[in-house]
T-cell receptor
Framework: ETGVTQSPTHLIKTRGQQVTLRCSSQ?????VSWYQQALGQGPQFIFQYYREEENGRGNFPPRFSGLQFPNYSSELNVNALELDDSALYLCASSADLTGNTIYFGEGSWLTVV | GENVEQHPSTLSVQEGDSAVIKCTYSDSASNYFPWYKQELGKRPQLIID?????GEKKDQRIAVTLNKTAKHFSLHITETQPEDSAVYFC??????????????FGKGTHLIIQP
């Protein structure tokens, strides 16, 4: 157990819809990162949040957005869903911005039809 | 940005033999190199990591070696067991945890342990 919890575990959406995925970080962790893992691929970095601010972003379009709350939990929002957005979305938390190992939650499986 | 190449894509070894998975990276500023194991339908789990001030690190049957000059690092699993069967990912970043640029992952190696 990593202490990182994600919800929902599985969901199916229709192309063009919007989705919100949620993550509760491990107690005491103030940094949250989100990754997308398409089938048969390695995880790809979407963005990182630190103390409620986006701290860094990978090569993802603006329709991927996020929030971090005062309790350090986080949301990933994806607008205008495309078929290629079907993937496992992983959240990871760490105790600080740098120098700390990250551990992934169980992930949210998103299928876009 | 960073680019991580991982080989082989599939590796089949006899139970009890050793397995070696190799990765190369492009960013000479990378300093943190974790390895993750992912079983089917599960999350990636960290199995070992190494930082650039160390050339080798061991944890029981698992070891990782790093050659910063050549920009490559390898995972070694000795005395393989059936439960070692999984997909293994290497990753690299400038700082531990990925930092603002996140971790850059390889494409994965499917390790198959033959009984």
């Amino acid at each position: 157990e990593t202490g990182v919890t994600q919800s929902p575990t599985h969901l199916i959406k229709t192309r063009g819809q919007q989705v919100t995925l949620r993550c509760s970080s491990q107690s005491g962790h103030n940094t949250v990162s989100w990754y997308q893992q398409a089938l048969g691929q390695g995880p790809q970095f979407i963005f990182q949040y630190y103390r409620e601010e986006e701290n860094g972003r990978g090569n993802f379009p603006p329709r991927f957005s996020g929030l971090q709350f005062p309790n350090y939990s986080s949301e990933l929002n994806v607008n205008a869903l495309e078929l290629d957005d079907s993937a496992l979305y992983l959240c990871a938390s760490s105790a600080d911005l740098t120098g700390n190992t990250i551990y992934f939650g169980e992930g949210s499986w998103l299928t876009v039809v | 940005g960073e680019n991580v190449e991982q080989h082989p894509s599939t590796l089949s070894v006899q139970e009890g033999d050793s397995a070696v998975i190799k990765c190369t990276y492009s960013d000479s500023a990378s300093n943190y190199f974790p390895w993750y194991k992912q079983e089917l339908g599960k999350r990636p789990q960290l199995i070992i990591d190494i930082r650039s001030n160390v050339g080798e690190k061991k944890d029981q049957r698992i070891a990782v070696t790093l050659n910063k000059t050549a920009k490559h690092f390898s995972l070694h699993i000795t005395e393989t067991q059936p439960e070692d069967s999984a997909v293994y990912f290497c990753a690299a970043s400038r700082v531990g945890g990925g930092g603002a640029d996140g971790l850059t992952f390889g494409k994965g190696t499917h390790l198959i342990i033959q009984p």
